[in-house]
Every structure is written in structure tokens, then in C-alpha cells.
């Protein structure tokens, strides 16, 4: 079967895929609305060549740019109709306290990568940062990233990313239903005021209807359903639905659904402590940095651009070591301060992750500031400064408090004692045990664990992993935009929240 638009004619797939999953992906990777067909007719010329094309089997999409006369072969990514149910991976076992089993994955760049058919569009490498950085678009607005030392380590990585945003926007089968909290009650749903609600003007109440998701409670073993909104961060959720704005926070990819949502809870802790510690100007305690060279590396390459790198231990009573750094200068001329975060039971995969980020934004930020000067402004910072409204994107958040103006809400974030080093918690030979031990720790303190399983049966059967969305309610989510804050209803905070937090 071949599809005709102006002078691109596509042809088949004829097996394992259908033709409509593979128009499906280029209309979305063309941003075409979703109701959007395309019709036409083949150019004379190449009639005999479609015709003979379309008479053999093949698992990709033949295109011909009958305008150019050239030729390429898609391969397409399944979609709902065509995906098979997922094969359940839950070899959880891990040596030496290891956080991930092997992902023996080849291909893995043939199997998503397609300029017209997606799910990644396109790679690209970054040879100016500290380290090797690649992006693998989704599309215009979302990517993964990769940051490592080798850009063929870094690409594996921006794909893996690219691959959890993609599960993680919208579900395969959205259920039309529509029920309120009310009728479905607390046996049965997450009661969404436990979620942190908006601090600017709250939309839910509990006979508000809207659309769940099937969730699964660790704490309590049992099947839950989740607003979802809240399940998948990219949702088609009517607006008269719509209570929170909901981020990535705390989606988690694994080579098991345990090891996904293991890492779900990582982000979770991660965000949950930066939020705690800078809405209650919390004192962190610096920490004692191990002999490890990347960290060195990017100590010292942060040194000769002006900054001091700073760890701070942001560890809270979620028990998951949790590092906040802080990249500090008083040069004039410079951005003052950039912020990042990590969390993870192997404290040396938290400095590294918190180091790579912020040292990383560093040198990012000067680039985004010469291509886009007018929203890099002083007086269009200042302005961000007084009215907290304004601060309406991620990159509101980290260039308003680059600002001198602003170093009075960091000002008391160092304490004054002395370092100390990270508790090592890797002593578990399998994930799942260690994911059982963390639900227990949040049971004692009064949480719940919920997980969403969003993964796409194509990525788990070719590629052998797993996505899941991780809920638990109770802590600080991320947002972007001060009027999405959501830290109503939050007892853990113990205080009003205050300014627009510099999470990058």
C-alpha cells in the first residue's frame, strides 16, 4: 500500500507494523494535527517502480521523493494496534550493590532513530561543554540527554532519556471514562489532595471528573488508580479537567519495572530534598569530596571559569542520600549561582550526577544567553525578580537567580559545620530487595509508594526495557512556572513556600 504527499511517495509497511502506525509517527513527527491525512497521486515516471515495490513484503516504509529521485527505508516503531503485550523482564538480581543489571540491547540506534518516523528525529553533539553531550530530539520541545566522558556513552544515554520522556507523555490506550474522586474513594483512587495542589488557585474538588490510570500501590500491594494528569506528564487532559501541572518528576527507566521504579523514587528523592531545603532555607552541610576524577575534573574546570563547586549533603527523612550543589562566584560579570541536585544510594552516582548538571548549565547557560540576549536581560531578570509571576519556564527558574540581586535567598544554605562524608546504602545483591526496603522506610515515616507502568511493549520487547511514572504523595513535586508551584496540602513542608526556586 503506498500514501502520496506532493512529491514524496511512502510505501508499506507490509508486516509486523501497519500502515496506519507508520502514518501515525510521520504525521506527529511533522507536528500535522492528529486528524491530519494526507492523499495524492504518484508521478507518472515512478508508477512502475511503486507498483513493483508494493508487490514485495517488508518490515519498513519505502519513501520516494519523486521530486529528487531518491530513495530511503524506514523502519517503524509500533504502535498500540501492532505492539504485542510486554514481555515481563524481572531478573532483579545485581552484583556488588550495583543499581542496574546489564541491558544486552543491540541496535539501539536503528531501532528508534528515524528523521521522518521517529520516535527520535535527530542526534546532535555538543563538543564546547565539559563534557561529551548529546541530545536526542523527540521533537521541537523534548529530548533526552546524554553527558558523559565518550559521546558513544553519551549518546546510549540521550536515547535511553529520549525513550522514558516518550512513555512517560501519554498512555497507548486512554480510558474515555471519566469519574470523580468522590464516587471512586480512597479504596480504589489516589485521593488527589495528597498529590500537593496548586498554591495560586486550586481547581480540583473531589466531585471533579476526569480520567485515571491504573497504578499499583507497593505499600499497600494493591492495584490503584491515578489522575492521569498526574500518571503521564503529557496527557491530552481536557482543560476543564487540568488541577496540576504536571513534569517528568519521577520517571524512572530500568531493564526490569523494578529497576525503573527504583529510579523513579531516585528522581523523586532528588527533587523532593532541593524543594525542602530551599522553600524551608534549610542549612545543608558541605560534603567530603572522595579522590574521583570527573568530579576533580569539574571542580577544577568550574575553578578556571571563577566558580566554587560546592556539595551540599540535602539528605531528608526519605532516607535516600541526596546532594545538592551549588556553583558560586562573586565575580562581577558573571551569572552568581547555579543549582543542581542528585539522589541515589551510591553516593559517588549523586555527586556525579549533581556535578555533571550544574557544570554543564554553567557553560550552557552562556550559550543560550548569546543566542536569545533579550531573555537574558538585566532588566528583564529584574523584572523576574520583583514580580515572580513572570517566572513562567525552566529557564526562568535558573536565570532569575543568577542575578546579585538574588543571593540573599541562598545566602544561609551552607552551614557552618564541618564536612561530612555520604552514607553508602548499596548492600543489597537484588533490586527488588532494595526496593522493598525503601517502601518499608517510607511506610515508617507515613508514605505511600505508587508506581504507573507506562511501558511501551515495542521498547521492552525489542529493547528489553521498562518505564514507570513513581508517585509518592506527601513529597515536593517539580514544577516549572511559579504559578504552577504545587506545595498546598504538603505537612512536610512546614512553611509557607517562597521564592521561585533555580532548579535547572
Known sequence: MSRVDGGLTLIGPTVNVCVDCAESARLATAKAPRDVRLKGLVAPAFQPLVTALESQQHDTVIAIRTDLGLVSTHRITPGACCSPTPKANEDTRTPNGELRTP????????????????????????????????????????????????????????????????????????????????????????????????????????????????????????????????????????????????????CGLGNSLTEAVLHGLFEVAERDAFLLAWYAETPLTRIKIPPDPLLQHLTDRLEELGYELLFLNATNDLGIPAVLTLARTTRKGLPQAFFAA????????????????????????????????????????????????????????????TLP????????????????????????????????????????????????????????????????????????PMTFGHLHRRTTGLSRLGTTAGHPHPFP
Open 342 to 401: 542528585g539522589a541515589s544510594p551510591d553516593p559517588a552516582k549523586a555527586l556525579r550526577s549533581a556535578a555533571v548538571e550544574v557544570a554543564v548549565d554553567v557553560e550552557a547557560f552562556a550559550d543560550r544567553t548569546r543566542a536569545n540576549p533579550e531573555n537574558y536581560s538585566r532588566e528583564r531578570l529584574l523584572s523576574l525578580l520583583r514580580d515572580p509571576a513572570q517566572v513562567r519556564s525552566m529557564d526562568d527558574h535558573v536565570a532569575v537567580n
Open 103 to 250: 541491558n544486552r540491547s543491540t541496535g539501539l540506534r536503528d531501532a528508534v532513530v528515524d528523521f521522518r518516523h521517529g520516535p527520535v528525529t535527530a542526534l546532535f553533539r555538543t563538543g564546547d561543554l565539559p563534557l561529551a553531550t548529546v541530545t536526542a530530539e523527540l521533537d521541537s520541545h523534548t529530548a533526552g540527554y546524554g553527558r558523559t566522558t565518550s559521546f558513544e556513552e553519551a549518546e546510549r544515554v540521550a536515547i535511553f532519556e529520549a525513550i522514558e520522556r516518550r512513555n512517560g507523555m501519554r498512555p497507548r490506550h486512554p480510558d474515555p471514562r471519566e469519574i470523580s474522586f468522590a464516587e471512586l474513594g480512597p479504596d480504589q483512587a489516589l485521593d488527589p489532595e495528597r498529590l500537593g495542589l496548586n498554591d495560586f488557585g486550586n481547581a480540583y474538588h473531589p466531585d471533579l471528573r476526569m480520567r485515571w490510570a491504573e497504578g499499583w500501590s507497593y505499600t499497600h500491594k494493591r492495584p490503584i488508580q491515578v489522575p492521569e494528569q498526574v500518571a503521564y506528564w503529557a496527557a491530552h487532559t481536557p482543560a476543564e479537567q487540568r488541577f496540576v501541572h504536571e513534569t517528568s518528576n519521577g
Open 405 to 476: 540581586e538574588a543571593r540573599e535567598r541562598y545566602a544561609n544554605m551552607v552551614s557552618d559545620e564541618p564536612p561530612e562524608v555520604l552514607p553508602d546504602r548499596r548492600d543489597h545483591t537484588d533490586l527488588r530487595d532494595l526496593l522493598d526496603r525503601y517502601t518499608e522506610d517510607l511506610r515508617g515515616q507515613g508514605l505511600e509508594l505508587i508506581a504507573v507502568d507506562q511501558s511501551d511493549p515495542h521498547t521492552t520487547n525489542t529493547l528489553g526495557l521498562h518505564c514507570a511514572k513513581v508517585i509518592v504523595p506527601g513529597t515536593l
